[in-house]
């Protein structure tokens, strides 16, 4: 998969991908010929799954940061 096909993924679409990855791997499903590349497939959606939540952290702190008027920069405290 791409790139550009790793950023149409949402974030539930990634949790379900890894959840069915997962399973895959506990009940011994997976060819061993594939097995590498369904780990670095979970892999990579862990990766989207931290990214997204990193952007989300900033942006809820953003937003809670301007909720409080206090902490405004120059407000002259």
């Known amino acids: 998969m791409t790139a550009d096909a790793n950023e149409q993924v949402s ?3 990634a949790i379900d991908e890894v ?3 997962l399973d895959e791997l ?3 499903v997976v060819d ?3 097995l ?3 780990v670095r497939r979970a892999s990579e959606l862990l990766k989207i799954c931290r990214d ?3 952007v ?4 809820v702190a953003g937003l809670v940061d301007a909720l ?3 902490a405004a920069p120059g407000n002259g405290e």
């Open 36 to 38: 590498a590349d369904r």
């Open 52 to 54: 997204r939540l990193a």
């Open 56 to 59: 989300v952290e900033v942006d």
């Open 11 to 13: 974030y539930a679409d």
């Open 26 to 28: 506990e009940s011994s």
């Open 19 to 21: 959840e069915r990855i």
């Open 68 to 70: 409080d008027p206090d």
């Open 32 to 34: 061993v010929d594939h």
